[in-house]
């Protein structure tokens, strides 16, 4: 991977772990950006579209939870990569994180070259616009009253229209690429969130909710010590 092409937003209020963190960054090869704030951190994110963002969960002004929804609500920066880097390691916390959208949650401490590995694992989770999911054959599929188009990152469910956040999108697609076909939890992190990348065992669940509150508690059936799978 040539680091060199991602640009990297760092979002901390502490000065010295954004420097320490930018250093290190910067001497793998990385472009970094810093903000001190979630405010600001919008305003470079919209600035300058850094393929990755690592927010701190406990900031002044706005947290990185509201921060990270925030970000997720522009369509500009709907493929950004957004990972929590937080001495926040409790479970709510977490759940908080993927409930706003984001795509890892990493605790603190954590050794630079973890730091940098992690963020090249999920970088080649990255898919620009013009990337393979936007070449597959037909942009816009309809499953009875479900309409996913992929062109425009809509959900049409039942006549009313839905924009998810990526992750959302990304495992509704998935499952209603073959409906009834029961996908296991293996396959489901695989394909949305990347054999290379370690995500909290709740990930998936914390997810699975958030879609079931948009298009309904019928479509997405639990089946247990297995997967999931979309039912019309």
Request: proline share 4%.
């Amino acid at each position: 991977m040539n680091v060199e092409n991602y640009k990297v937003l760092l979002v901390d209020d502490e000065p010295d772990i954004l420097e320490f963190l930018s250093y290190n960054m910067r001497k793998e090869g990385f472009q970094v950006l810093t903000a001190s704030n979630g405010q600001e951190a919008i305003k470079v994110a919209e600035a300058e579209m850094p393929e990755l963002i690592i927010l701190d969960v406990m900031m002044p002004e706005m947290d990185g939870i509201e921060t990270c929804e925030e970000i997720k609500k522009i369509p500009a920066l709907k493929n950004s990569i957004v990972a929590f880097l937080t001495a926040r390691g409790e479970d709510y916390s977490q759940i908080a994180g993927f409930d706003a959208g984001a795509d890892d949650y990493i605790t603190k401490p954590i050794k630079p070259k973890v730091l940098i590995s992690r963020a090249k694992a999920l970088l080649k989770r990255y898919r620009p616009e013009d990337g393979a999911a936007e070449q597959e054959e037909g942009q816009v599929k309809q499953i009875g009253d479900l309409i996913i188009d992929r062109e425009r990152y809509l959900i049409v469910n039942a006549g009313d229209e839905l924009v998810l956040p990526k992750k959302e999108f990304e495992l509704l697609v998935l499952l209603a690429s073959k409906p009834e076909k029961v996908f296991t939890r293996d396959e489901i992190y695989n394909a949305v969130w990347g054999d290379n990348i370690i995500v909290g065992d709740r990930t998936i669940d914390v997810h699975i909710r958030k879609l079931r509150e948009k298009i309904g508690q019928e479509h997405i059936k639990t089946i247990k010590g297995v997967g999931y799978k979309y039912v019309v």
